[in-house]
């Protein structure tokens, strides 16, 4: 790791320079699932899962389907769908070494997000997977997360970044280039990777 001059070594010495939380952030946290989070499941296409090995070393994974395909058991219980990836499954490794998660979930358009923290397990209960299915496709496993917190995430990175401004979008000929960046990455043709790509898209996503 490169050496820096300045570094902070302290929890003390952060808060000395970042102060304490308002009793808003303090008081925000709570340890289940309540109306308002399952109204905001509901709703959300998309989620960010965090999980980290028993060495520490951290993993940030999208998942995104339909509105709401993240189930709520109860309370203190969600489910999230596995659908078929790459099967690198980093995220599900993660688990096994160590069952921690963290999760952020986002809906279009909103700038506030929910996160939710617990712990992980894999399942493959059939009764569990198979309302979760789409196109007919039942998913082959699912994450179930014990929930021990949610709460809301305000909105100044999204206000900051202008992430759903149209405005801010730069032109799609000057996005950056996946399928360049994944041929010089593993050596492979540009030509062939979007073939691999489109096929993925088209064929595997459920």
């Not at 929930?147 to 900051?160: D, N, T």
């Amino acid at each position: 790791m490169k050496s820096f001059q300045h570094t902070i070594g302290s929890e003390e010495e952060l808060l000395t320079m970042i102060g304490t939380p308002s009793p808003l952030a303090k008081n925000k946290v709570i340890p289940f699932i309540d109306a308002h989070c399952r109204s905001f499941l509901a709703k959300a296409p998309f989620l960010v899962l965090s999980t980290s090995n028993k060495e520490g070393l951290c993993d940030a994974s999208p998942r995104g389907d339909h509105p709401g395909f993240v189930h709520v058991l109860d309370d203190h219980h969600l489910l999230i769908p596995e659908r078929p990836g790459n099967r690198r499954v980093d995220s599900l490794r993660n688990i096994l070494s160590n069952p921690y998660v963290g999760l952020l979930f986002v809906i279009p358009g909103l700038e506030e997000t929910l996160r939710i923290n617990g712990k992980a397990q894999i399942i493959t209960d059939q009764e569990l997977l198979e309302p979760m299915q789409v196109q007919g496709r039942v998913p082959q496993l699912a994450i179930a997360v014990e929930v021990m917190e949610c709460f809301v995430h305000c909105a100044k990175a999204f206000k900051r970044s202008g992430l759903w401004q149209p405005t801010s979008w730069l032109p799609k000929e000057n996005l950056p280039k996946p399928a360049v960046m994944l041929a010089e990455h593993a050596k492979f043709s540009p030509e062939d990777v979007v073939d691999l790509l489109h096929d993925s898209y088209t064929k595997r996503l459920y």
